[in-house]
């Protein structure tokens, strides 16, 4: 069993379309993130949630717009896609402490390729 | 403010050669500092970690890394690489009631040649 899944592994899509991008873990986690890697392999963490609360929102257009059903799932969906939201994103999770947090290991999904034309 | 430098962007060693890989970081705070590595199209992978104590930290698959706090560094090394080890290494820092965000480094393309 997958510990950190995602879907779609890849997207293509044209400029302006809505889209969104589903994270699922089975590790009983309590924290999610959302992070971001560029074309140059930068990682930039997007969002976080602790038990279903937003803790982490980095400065990220409010196009992108998290939301948590259950500890165990995060999606993202983005509204008017722009050329450079093209990225390979990963979702991760932790057993977190919520905002004290910080040792614990992240597990990261395989990555969404999101390619927008 | 918490920042991550990976002095390297690519380093290319021959096979069964050992290899450094250079991590500087910046922090006010105590930190809480990991190496993550990258496999092609794969998603990222927790080599190591170090929170506190014994400043040499063993991983997985022989790596290790040393914490050296009046340098603010945290190299990691490999006695002897293999071809498998061909990968992207991703140095990061968290702590500091950052509600867990991991700050990453630049990442250091590993290529591994026979």
């Known amino acids: 069993d997958t510990a950190v899944s995602q879907t779609p592994k890849y997207l293509v899509t044209q400029m302006g379309n809505d889209k969104s991008i589903k994270c699922e873990q089975n590790?009983?986690?309590?924290?999610m993130y959302w992070y971001k890697q560029d074309s140059k392999k930068f990682l930039k963490i997007m969002f976080s949630?602790?038990?279903?609360?937003?803790?982490i929102n980095e400065t990220v257009p409010n196009r992108f717009s998290p939301k948590s059903p259950d500890k165990a799932h995060l999606n993202l969906h983005i509204n008017s896609l722009e050329l450079g939201d093209s990225a390979v994103y990963f979702c991760?999770?932790?057993?977190?402490?919520?905002?004290?947090?910080?040792?614990?290991?992240?597990?990261f999904g395989p990555g969404t390729r999101l390619l927008v034309l | 403010a918490q920042s991550v430098t990976q002095l390297d962007s690519q380093v290319p060693v021959f096979e069964e050669a050992p290899v450094e890989l250079r991590c500087n970081y910046s922090s006010s705070v105590s930190v809480y500092l990991f190496w993550y590595v990258q496999y092609p199209n794969q998603g990222l992978q927790l080599l190591l970690k170090y929170l506190s104590g014994s400043t040499l930290v063993k991983g997985i698959n022989g790596f290790e890394a040393e914490f050296n706090k009046s340098q603010t560094s945290f190299h990691l090394r490999k006695p002897s690489v293999h071809i498998s080890d061909t990968a992207e290494y991703f140095c990061a820092v968290s702590g500091g009631n950052q509600g867990g965000k991991l700050i990453f480094g630049q990442g250091t393309e590993l290529s591994v040649k026979p």
């Open positions: 991760a999770s932790s057993q977190g402490l919520g905002f004290a947090g910080g040792i614990e290991t992240q597990y």
């Open positions: 590790l009983g986690h309590d924290t």
């Open positions: 949630y602790n038990n279903k609360e937003l803790i």
